[in-house]
C-alpha cells in the first residue's frame, strides 16, 4: 500500500513462516510442521476466536525463536521487508522486550537486537515502542522497559505501550508504571476499550496516554467520546483483529467513529494473527463498512497527525 503508515503492529505477530522455519533450524528448535503453508496455520488465529486469550496463544510459536539475539534482529529484519514490499512508507513495530529474556537475555540486549534489524531508508522508515506487559508480579521488569524506552528515546524508540490481556489485569493495577514514564518524558499509548469498556480508556487517559491502542469501545460512553474528539486523542483501531477477539460484535463501528470526529488510524495489529495487510484493512474499510474515499482520507491524515 503506497505510502501507508501502520502505528500499531506487533513483531511477534507479523512474522513470515519463513523466518520460524529458519530460525528454528538454526537453533535446533522443534516444529510441529516445516512447511511455510502448513505452519503458517500454527501462527494465524481463525476467524472466530474464542477471546483475546485464544487469540494471544498464537504467539507462542513466533516467540519460541525469538529468545536470541539473532533470532531478534533478524525478526526485525523480516517484519521491515515485508512492510517495504508492500509499499508502506513508515512503521511503528512494537514488541515486548521481557518476553524475550527466556534464554537468559537481558531486555537491554533484546532492545539492541531488535533496534540493529530495522531498515531505514529514503523511501521506507521503522520505529519501535516498547511494551510493558499485563502480567502478574511483573512491576519490575515493567519499570525496566520504561527506563529503557526513556534511555533509547530518539535512538530508534519513540514510546512505550502496555499490551496483553486487558480483561485479566485491568489498566488501573499498572499506575506506577507509566507515572515513572511520565516523570521520564516517554510518550505512550495503551492497550484499552478492546476487551475492557470504556473506564479503561479512561484510566489511560489518566496517566496520561497520548494515544490509545483500538478503544473502540469508547462508543459505549458519550463523554469518553466527546472528550476524545476534543483533545483529538488517536485511536489505533485494528477491525480484523477486534472482529477475530470479539471485541467487536456485529457491525464495526469505524464509519460511526469518524463521522462523530473522532482521530482515527487503520492499522493491522498482527499481520500474520490475524492473517491481514494494511491493504486488506483499507479494503475492508472502503467496501465492507461504506467508507467514503474522503473518510479514507482522512485515516491517511490521521495516520501522519498521530506518529509519535
Ligand atoms: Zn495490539
Redesign the pocket.
Same mark, same amino acid.
Given at each position: 500500500m503506497k505510502n501507508g503508515m501502520d502505528l +500499531?503492529l +506487533?513483531l511477534d505477530g507479523s512474522l513470515t513462516p519463513a523466518y520460524v522455519i529458519r530460525q528454528a533450524k538454526k537453533q535446533g528448535i522443534e516444529l510441529p510442521v516445516w512447511d511455510e503453508k502448513e505452519l503458517v496455520k500454527y501462527m494465524t488465529a481463525p476467524v472466530d476466536c474464542q477471546d483475546l486469550n485464544e487469540y494471544l496463544e498464537k504467539f507462542d510459536l513466533p516467540c519460541s525463536v525469538m529468545q536470541t539475539e539473532d533470532g531478534l534482529t533478524d525478526a526485525a529484519q523480516d517484519v521491515c521487508k515485508q512492510m517495504k514490499e508492500r509499499g508502506l512508507s513508515y512503521v511503528e513495530i512494537r514488541f515486548a522486550p521481557q518476553l524475550h529474556t527466556k534464554k537468559g537475555l537481558t531486555q537491554r540486549q533484546v532492545v539492541d537486537a531488535v533496534l540493529r534489524g530495522l531498515i531505514c531508508d529514503e523511501s521506507f522508515e521503522a520505529r519501535v515502542i516498547l511494551c510493558c506487559m499485563r502480567m502478574k508480579d511483573n512491576e519490575k521488569e515493567n519499570l525496566e522497559t520504561i527506563q529503557l524506552a526513556s534511555e533509547y528515546l530518539g535512538k530508534g524508540v519513540v514510546a512505550a505501550d502496555l499490551?496483553g490481556a486487558e480483561a485479566l489485569f485491568p489498566t488501573s493495577s499498572f499506575g506506577n508504571v507509566f507515572q515513572k514514564a511520565k516523570e521520564a518524558g516517554v510518550p505512550f499509548t495503551i +492497550?484499552a476499550g478492546e476487551a475492557d469498556g470504556p473506564e479503561s480508556i479512561w484510566t489511560a487517559l489518566g496517566f496520561g496516554a497520548q494515544r490509545i491502542?483500538?478503544g473502540v469501545r469508547c462508543l459505549e460512553d458519550e463523554k469518553l467520546v466527546e472528550y476524545l474528539r476534543e483533545k483529538q486523542i488517536p485511536l489505533e483501531v485494528?477491525p480484523t483483529?477486534n472482529f477475530q477477539t470479539k471485541a467487536v460484535k456485529g457491525e464495526y463501528p469505524l464509519k460511526k467513529m469518524l463521522e462523530k470526529g473522532l482521530c482515527v488510524t487503520l492499522n493491522t495489529?498482527n499481520t500474520t494473527v490475524s492473517g491481514t495487510t494494511l491493504e486488506k484493512e483499507f479494503d475492508i474499510a472502503e467496501n465492507q463498512l461504506g467508507l467514503t474515499r474522503e473518510e479514507i482520507m482522512t485515516l491517511k491524515k490521521n495516520a501522519e497527525k498521530a506518529r509519535f
Open positions: +500499531h +506487533h499490551a +492497550h491502542g483500538h485494528c483483529s495489529d
